[in-house]
């Protein structure tokens, strides 16, 4: 991976291979923790991160799901983040805040282990390769389904939950394709393992509801508006799973992926990235990167220095 000069851990700046926790921390062994995904890009306006904001309610959220307090304000989390952001000078990177049980009595109970809070900066290219964002992916439906609310929090972005991705990634991965499709427990389309997905059938775009189990996309929201605002009906409900393949065009959101098209899907051609799919892409991709007026309120311009 690309790394950077320094990591935010709990207040401070710290070099980047000394940002270490101890092997007792509560997280590693039971995933008690959250996380963010957010990017920042290289802009006219400056270095300027996505819907900042939105992903650190997210966070806070996640947070309160699991009864962990994060020990500073969202402004403290921002203002730390633009810093970490200079101090490295980086113009455009990946944003991964974290916030976990640390290190303190074992056991299932982690209310009086600490907090800790952690925020990584690094370069980060594209999530499911350039090539597959331009002329999409290969998918499958994996054979694991997303976790339901009935044991964990589909809408929390929590780190032990993040063990359901995995195994439909290595799955989808050994079988030789890019990405997992998962369906949730009632067997309709849920997400993808780190992305959310978008059908589109006869120049109407549908995708599917919080019913389903899915973790609510920061990208999603801004494509749903996106898509309306050029003219499209948007519809949130349940997605068959054959559906897919009846689909016209079929692609993913997310802040790693960005808008990725799905060029086939359990081995059936959709074909490559449809019309629609190509306008919403150079749109988004406009709002990410400051290029598009009317969604520049979702940026958070950083000052930063260049690196000289
Ligand atoms: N679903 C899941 C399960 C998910 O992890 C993500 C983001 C999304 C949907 C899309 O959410 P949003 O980024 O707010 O539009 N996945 C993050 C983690 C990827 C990783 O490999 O780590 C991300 O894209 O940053």
Redesign the pocket.
């Given at each position: 991976m690309n790394t950077a000069d320094l990591i935010w851990a709990n207040g401070e700046l710290v070099p980047w291979e000394d940002a270490k926790v101890h092997v007792l921390t509560h997280a590693l062994h039971y995933g008690t923790g959250v996380f963010e995904?957010?990017r920042a890009y290289d802009t006219d306006l400056g270095t300027a991160i996505f819907r900042h904001r939105d992903?650190l309610e997210?966070l806070q959220k996640s947070a309160t799901l699991y009864y962990m307090d994060i020990p500073y304000a969202l402004d403290e989390l921002r203002e730390a983040t633009h810093e970490l952001i200079s101090q490295n000078g980086l113009r455009s990177c990946?944003i991964r805040p974290l916030v976990v049980r640390g290190y303190g009595p074992m056991g299932l109970d982690p209310l009086s282990n600490p907090v800790e809070v952690y925020i990584a900066v690094w370069e980060w290219g594209a999530?499911l390769g350039e090539e597959g964002k331009s002329n999409g992916i290969r998918a499958r439906v994996s054979s694991y389904r997303r976790i339901s609310s009935d044991s964990l929090i589909p809408h929390a972005?929590a780190c032990g939950q993040?063990l359901n991705?995995v195994l439909a990634k290595i799955e989808s991965k050994n079988a030789g394709y890019d990405e997992a499709i998962l369906l949730d427990q009632k067997g309709v389309v849920c997400?993808?393992?780190?992305?959310?997905v978008f059908v589109i059938r006869d120049g109407e775009i549908f995708t599917p509801p919080h019913t389903a189990s899915?973790?609510d996309?920061?990208?999603?929201r801004s494509v749903i508006e996106i898509a309306r605002d050029l003219g499209y009906r948007v519809t949130e409900r349940d997605v068959a799973r054959s559906e897919l393949v009846h689909a016209d065009e079929v692609f993913l959101?997310?802040?790693?992926?960005e808008l990725t098209p799905i060029r086939e899907i359990d081995d059936i051609a959709l074909g490559p990235p449809g019309e629609i799919t190509r306008q919403i892409q150079r749109v988004f991709d406009d709002a990410l990167h400051g290029r598009a007026e009317q969604y520049r309120e979702w940026l958070d311009v950083v000052q930063v220095p260049s690196k000289a």
């Open positions: 995904g957010i992903h997210r990946y999530y972005k993040y991705s997400e993808g393992t780190g992305e959310n899915i973790l996309g920061v990208n999603r959101t997310g802040t790693a992926a």
